[in-house]
C-alpha cells in the first residue's frame, strides 16, 4: 500500500493549489480519504476528508468556503482543491486512506507534501 501526496509549493496569499494523492491501494473505492496537516511547531489536524463514495465532504472550520475535497475513483485519487489560500494555511499536507471491516480499521499515511503560502 502506498499513498503518494504531491502539488505542494510556494504560492502568494490569495492564491491556489491543487493537491493530488495518488493511491495505489486495492480496493480504493472501499476507503475514506482524507488530507490533514501539520505546521511547524504545531501537531497534525484534520482538514478535510471525502468519503468512499465521493458523495460527502467534510471541512474543518478553518478551510470551509475555500477548499475542496474530491475524488476519482478511476484514477485511485483524491485531490484537494485549496483556493484563497492564506499564511496560516502553511503546512506539510498528508492524505490518510481509512477503511473498516469485519477484521478491524485500516489507515495508511502518505510522505506529506510541503505548501508555503507567502504574505
Known amino acids: 500500500v502506498q499513498l503518494q501526496a504531491s502539488g505542494g509549493g510556494l504560492v502568494q496569499a490569495g492564491g491556489s493549489l491543487r493537491l493530488s494523492c495518488a493511491a495505489s491501494?486495492?480496493?480504493?473505492?472501499?476507503?475514506?480519504m482524507g488530507w490533514f496537516r501539520q505546521a511547524p511547531g504545531k501537531e497534525r489536524e484534520f482538514v478535510a476528508s471525502?468519503?468512499?463514495?465521493?458523495?460527502?465532504?467534510l471541512y474543518a472550520d478553518s478551510v470551509k468556503g475555500r477548499f475542496t475535497a474530491s475524488r476519482d475513483s478511476a484514477k485511485n485519487t483524491v485531490y484537494l482543491h485549496m483556493n484563497n489560500l492564506k499564511p496560516e494555511d502553511t503546512a506539510v499536507y498528508y492524505c490518510?486512506?481509512?477503511?473498516?471491516?469485519?477484521?478491524?480499521?485500516?489507515?495508511?499515511w502518505g510522505q506529506g507534501t510541503l505548501v508555503t503560502v507567502s504574505s
Open positions: 471525502v468519503n468512499w463514495s465521493g458523495g460527502s465532504t
Open positions: 490518510k486512506a481509512h477503511t473498516r471491516n469485519f477484521l478491524g480499521s485500516y489507515e495508511y
Open positions: 491501494i486495492p480496493s480504493f473505492s472501499n476507503y475514506d
